[in-house]
């Protein structure tokens, strides 16, 4: 074997390890078993990209859905109803940016406040932002912005972003690092996950007004921003609780493969991008780490990435078997997972193949459990018992 080859093979063998699926603490999950005792059944469909949807109180049969593309529909005794839902700011539609999630105040029977988070700005300067307005009919009277990301960011990635409302009225927005190979003060934008002076790469906790919670973690931190809940995510777009426990689920975006869902803690740091199972999109490590001190390791990675997107945990009576269970939806996966749990540990999983593109999955108030398509002709299905 001559030098020059010896020095070839060498770089191949460095340039393959490089690009390997990185190990660590937390096993890599991949194919789940199908589950089984399950049907689906089409409710509506000629949505346009639809994000998350939000049942009124009291009734099964009324139901607002957000489209990506910038409208708020309401359905009706399963009827889309033709006319949109006026009212609306003017949203930043482009990319992975648009109308996201849809939330009711938990006083809505008295206020009628519907909580939106949508993208703001145009394609230089862009920021997840909440605002809220009162629904009456099919107009949001009064809407008002009540909280913006930090700092504006370029391009139309990366903005999360979900609400969990918190027994106390106030709720947790989970957001994102920005985007893929951005420059960012400096470095590259997902570096801000790790920083405390940004809201980037967060998960925030806000009062009913889009203010700080008085006792947030980081509150009296001198160079802490005071919203910040939880730190070092890259892009949160399924959150869940369990209202029992009070234990808060979350699942995130990695990059190629390396997807996690996460038991949340106040205070807590969850790595990104110090530590990832992830590979960049051209196949190079990101990180050597994958779990530090100080830093939580996920409750799972999913590698091939499954692209979560929207999460639940079932309480409902129609699938008895699942109660206390999560389930995961996965845009590039065209599934759902169903996450089975031990308390704090996972110690199982199963696959409800759909077969298109999951962007949300949420209980109903009938007990069934629902799900959102991301498709210009996007669909809400029923997932009921088999006979």
Same mark, same amino acid.
């Given at each position: 074997?001559?030098?020059?080859? +010896?020095?070839?093979?060498?770089?191949?063998?460095?340039?393959?390890? @490089?690009? +390997? @699926?990185?190990?660590?603490?937390?096993?890599? +999950?991949?194919?789940?078993?199908?589950?089984?005792?399950?049907?689906? /059944?089409?409710?509506?469909?000629?949505?346009?990209?639809?994000?998350?949807?939000?049942?009124?109180? !009291?009734?099964?049969?009324?139901?607002?859905? =957000? /489209?990506?593309?910038?409208? $708020?529909?309401?359905?009706?005794? !399963?009827?889309?109803? =033709?006319?949109?839902?006026?009212?609306?700011?003017?949203?930043?539609?482009?990319?992975?940016?648009?109308?996201?999630?849809?939330?009711?105040?938990?006083?809505?029977?008295?206020?009628?406040?519907?909580? $939106? %988070?949508?993208?703001?700005?145009?394609?230089?300067?862009?920021?997840? =932002?909440?605002?809220?307005?009162?629904?009456?009919?099919?107009?949001?009277?009064?809407?008002?912005?009540?909280?913006?990301?930090?700092?504006?960011?370029?391009?139309?990635?990366?903005?999360?972003?979900?609400?969990?409302?918190?027994?106390?009225? %106030?709720?947790?927005? %989970? $957001? &994102?690092?920005?985007?893929?190979?951005?420059?960012?003060?400096?470095?590259?934008?997902?570096?801000? &996950?790790?920083?405390?002076? =940004?809201?980037?790469?967060?998960?925030?906790? $806000?009062?009913?007004?889009?203010?700080?919670?008085?006792?947030?973690?980081?509150?009296?931190?001198?160079? &802490?921003?005071?919203?910040?809940?939880?730190?070092?995510?890259?892009?949160?777009?399924?959150? @869940?609780?369990?209202?029992?426990?009070?234990?808060?689920?979350?699942?995130?975006?990695?990059?190629?493969?390396?997807? /996690?869902?996460?038991?949340?803690?106040?205070?807590?740091?969850?790595?990104?991008?110090?530590? %990832?199972?992830?590979?960049?999109?051209?196949?190079?490590?990101?990180?050597?780490?994958?779990?530090?001190? !100080?830093?939580?390791?996920?409750?799972?990675?999913?590698?091939?990435?499954?692209?979560?997107? *929207?999460?639940?945990?079932?309480?409902?009576?129609?699938?008895?078997?699942?109660?206390?269970?999560?389930?995961?939806?996965?845009?590039?996966?065209?599934?759902?997972?169903?996450?089975?749990?031990?308390?704090?540990?996972?110690?199982?999983?199963? +696959?409800?193949?759909?077969?298109?593109?999951?962007?949300?999955?949420?209980? *109903?108030?009938?007990?069934?459990?629902?799900?959102?398509?991301?498709?210009?002709? !996007?669909?809400?299905?029923?997932?009921?018992?088999?006979?």
């Amino acid at each position: 074997m001559t030098k020059q080859y +010896s020095l070839l093979l060498i770089s191949l063998l460095i340039i393959i390890a @490089a690009c +390997s @699926a990185p190990e660590g603490p937390v096993p890599l +999950s991949a194919e789940a078993p199908e589950a089984e005792g399950w049907d689906m /059944e089409v409710v509506i469909d000629g949505l346009s990209h639809p994000w998350s949807l939000v049942w009124l109180p !009291g009734s099964s049969d009324t139901l607002l859905i =957000t /489209e990506r593309t910038g409208q $708020l529909r309401m359905v009706q005794y !399963g009827e889309l109803l =033709t006319d949109g839902i006026g009212g609306l700011p003017e949203i930043f539609v482009s990319g992975q940016g648009g109308l996201l999630d849809v939330a009711l105040h938990p006083d809505f029977d008295d206020n009628r406040l519907v909580y $939106l %988070t949508y993208a703001s700005g145009d394609e230089d300067a862009n920021r997840t =932002t909440v605002g809220r307005g009162e629904l009456d009919g099919l107009q949001l009277r009064n809407f008002e912005e009540i909280f913006r990301v930090s700092h504006d960011k370029p391009k139309d990635q990366h903005f999360g972003s979900r609400i969990e409302w918190l027994p106390d009225n %106030t709720f947790l927005l %989970t $957001l &994102a690092d920005g985007g893929n190979y951005i420059r960012f003060d400096g470095g590259w934008i997902r570096e801000q &996950a790790q920083k405390l002076d =940004t809201h980037l790469g967060k998960i925030l906790r $806000l009062t009913e007004h889009g203010g700080p919670a008085p006792d947030n973690p980081f509150i009296d931190h001198e160079y &802490a921003l005071p919203e910040i809940w939880s730190l070092g995510h890259r892009n949160v777009q399924g959150i @869940a609780r369990d209202p029992e426990s009070g234990r808060i689920w979350a699942n995130e975006h990695g990059s190629r493969g390396g997807d /996690e869902l996460n038991l949340l803690q106040a205070g807590k740091n969850y790595g990104w991008p110090e530590t %990832t199972y992830s590979l960049e999109y051209h196949f190079t490590r990101i990180s050597s780490e994958t779990s530090l001190p !100080g830093m939580e390791d996920p409750k799972i990675v999913w590698t091939p990435a499954q692209a979560p997107s *929207g999460l639940e945990f079932y309480t409902g009576n129609r699938f008895p078997e699942w109660q206390g269970n999560l389930f995961s939806g996965g845009l590039v996966g065209e599934q759902v997972r169903r996450i089975i749990l031990d308390e704090e540990e996972v110690i199982g999983e199963e +696959s409800l193949t759909i077969g298109q593109r999951v962007r949300h999955v949420a209980q *109903g108030p009938d007990g069934y459990l629902y799900i959102l398509t991301d498709h210009e002709n !996007g669909e809400l299905i029923r997932i009921i018992p088999s006979e």
